[in-house]
Structure formats: structure tokens, C-alpha cells
């Protein structure tokens, strides 16, 4: 079974960037889609962005235009480039697989400060 470790998350300042990245233990070349969730603090964990096996996304309408999702994968990886912060993006981001969800990594945290 795949099993993911995110990365990048940090203390930025509102209007500032951050780039995640999810590594996969196994082959991601087979998975339908990969999936970039958000879960702040006291709240439930949302869907950010996807990024299908063709490369077709799907982003939240309040990260569109902001974030950029894309997979890498002959490294087995998925990215999330974060531009333009605000204090509202601040939560732990996970990834997963869709459909179908593996098990939870850690999550990485991203803080924006106003």
C-alpha cells in the first residue's frame, strides 16, 4: 500500500509562498488521482486540490487562481505551490489518493501570519 509523507509547510507572512511536496513510498504512476487537503485547527479536513493520472485539476474556489497542484511521477511525488498566502490558508495539509484514501500521513504545517 502507497504510504505518504508531506513536506515544505513553514511560517510565512499573508502574501507570501510555500511549496509542499507529497512523497510516495510506492509507484503513484497507476493511482487515479492525487488529492492536497486543509484542516485548521477545531475544523474538519477539506479538499484543497486534485490532480488526475492526465493532469486535469480540480481546485477549492478559495485557493483558485493561488495554488497550483501537479505530480511528478517518475519521483513519486505530488507538489502544491502556494502563492499569494493568506492567514485563512494556515491549517495542517495532508495528500491522499482518490478515490480510495490511504492511510493518513503526519500532515505538514503551513502558519500564515498577517
Known amino acids: 500500500q502507497v504510504q505518504l509523507v508531506e513536506s515544505g509547510g513553514g511560517l510565512v507572512q499573508a502574501g507570501g509562498s510555500l511549496r509542499l511536496s507529497c512523497a510516495a513510498s510506492g509507484s503513484i504512476f497507476s493511482i487515479n488521482a492525487m488529492d492536497w487537503y486543509r484542516q485548521a485547527q477545531g475544523k474538519q479536513r477539506d479538499l484543497v486540490a486534485r490532480i488526475w493520472s492526465g493532469g486535469s485539476t480540480y481546485y477549492a474556489d478559495s485557493v483558485k487562481g493561488r495554488f497550483t497542484i501537479s505530480r511528478d511521477n517518475a519521483k513519486n511525488t505530488v507538489y502544491l505551490q502556494m502563492n499569494s498566502l493568506k492567514p485563512e490558508d494556515t491549517g495542517v495539509y495532508y495528500c491522499?489518493?482518490?478515490?480510495?484514501?490511504?492511510?493518513w500521513g503526519k500532515g505538514t504545517l503551513v502558519t500564515v501570519s498577517s
Open positions: 491522499n489518493t482518490y478515490p480510495g484514501l490511504v492511510s
